[in-house]
């Protein structure tokens, strides 16, 4: 097996150090990769020798970007409708059904070269791991197939038919109106067919938004998922205080996303629960929908497990930049640019469940993020400006930046 060794890296960030030093930085470092894996970290005076050698010459490097919520299979334009919200108008989560009517008309080759586009812009800005969510289907087949799509780039792959409750359902003209049957269906054969391709179920539960799942709706998706063997998520308290973050706690979900509408309680709650349930911020949502940010210091001064994350989507933040949600948490969230660091690679490997990826530690995944810039503290200071790029080792013998999965 061949190794390489990364060396002339000026600040080496692991976020495999100690509660008191999260981002375990090493100064004048280095790190041996083999078989994609790190197999050594350290001082790059003590680093042991490599079959090929790979100098970054005073870069930062990062673990690579995890970004843990993404919707990024689905076809079609909502350009109109942001520079309409940007006018003053309202984001009540009916846009989706526009993208819901394109991505079913698009062939599975289209839907494949549009996610494979979009994923390979994330890794050009440092990103190596990426959920990707269901959600622009809600037909069994349609479901199905995104989930299908998905997973042949990723692995991290999430059943969302409880996105919205599609026209067809949801009343007016040509409807049923009837809920409960797309609920029933959700639970049912959608689930049925979509739980193989899937890692994770997730449901949109938001009562300020008719479009979108009550408590009650949203606590059958969950159940019915877990017991069809797949992990919980839940987007909540997005639009307005809800039921969202506590039904996740209730049952052990992984991650409750958005959370931008906390009470105390809830507060109180996802602290109690830090071992298990990660808030997963996405202030790219608060930043295209013109909306109040959550106060991040706050959840972590309370011990809230806290994570970053895009929510890339053609709706609420048609954006795939890490560097940029870390630029927002850190002016608009109150978190220092080495807490927003950690969040978006440690915070959201622990809201999927991983260990292997997030940190830079002996063991765990050769995924880098490399930065034209000599500290971490740039990606924030630095705002807007392309300085990350991606760097996978090991992976068919891949060296060069950009190189995905
Ligand atoms: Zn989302």
Redesign the pocket.
């Known amino acids: 097996m061949s190794s390489t060794l990364v060396t002339g890296i000026g600040e080496l960030v692991t976020c495999a150090g100690d509660p008191a030093d999260p981002l375990g930085v090493i100064h004048d470092a280095a790190l041996v990769e083999e078989g994609g894996e790190v197999a050594w970290v350290g001082p790059a005076s003590q680093a042991p020798a490599a079959d090929e050698r790979v100098d970054v010459e005073g870069r930062a490097v990062l673990p690579g970007f995890v970004d843990s ?1 993404s ?1 990024l299979v689905f076809a079609g334009d909502r350009a109109a409708e942001f520079a309409a919200r940007m006018a003053g108008e309202p984001y009540d989560g009916g846009g989706i059904g526009v993208s819901v009517a394109a991505t079913r008309a698009a062939s599975d080759d289209e839907l494949r070269s549009l996610l494979a586009a979009r994923l390979t812009e994330m890794r050009a800005q440092g990103t190596t791991t990426v959920e990707v ?1 269901s959600g622009y289907g809600l037909t069994v087949e349609d479901e199905a197939r995104a989930l299908r799509i998905a997973r042949e780039l990723t692995d991290e792959v999430t059943f969302l038919g409880a996105h919205v409750v599609p026209s067809e359902y949801a009343g007016g003209p040509g409807s049923c109106g009837d809920r409960a049957a797309y609920v029933s269906l959700v639970t049912g054969p959608m689930l049925e067919a979509c739980a193989p391709h899937a890692r994770w179920v997730d449901v949109f539960c938001e009562p300020h938004s008719a479009h979108a799942f009550t408590q009650e709706e949203a606590r059958a998706v969950l159940t019915a998922g877990r017991d069809a063997g797949l992990l919980l998520r839940v ?1 909540g308290n997005q639009l307005g205080h809800g039921p969202g973050v506590q039904l996740a706690v209730e049952l052990g979900a992984a991650s409750v ?1 958005h959370c931008t509408y906390l009470s105390d309680a809830d507060v109180d709650a996802l602290a109690g629960a830090a071992d298990t349930t990660v808030a997963t911020l ?1 202030p790219g949502v608060e930043f295209s929908t013109r909306s109040p940010y959550p106060d991040a210091a706050k959840l972590l001064a309370a011990g809230v497990s806290v994570a970053l994350a895009t ?1 890339c ?1 053609p709706g609420t933040c048609y954006s795939s930049s890490m560097p940029f949600v870390i630029a927002l948490a850190v002016r608009e969230m109150g978190l220092t640019p080495g807490q927003a660091v950690h969040a978006a690679t440690a915070g959201s490997a622990k809201s999927l469940r991983r260990e292997d990826i997030g940190r830079l530690a002996v063991g765990s995944r050769a995924d880098l993020c490399v930065l034209d810039a000599p500290s971490h503290l740039h990606l924030s200071y630095r705002a807007g400006v392309p300085i990350a790029r991606s760097l996978r080792l090991g992976e068919r013998g891949a060296t060069s930046p950009d190189s995905g999965p």
Do not use: A, Q
């Open positions: 919520h919707h969510k987007h996303d996405l929510d989507n």
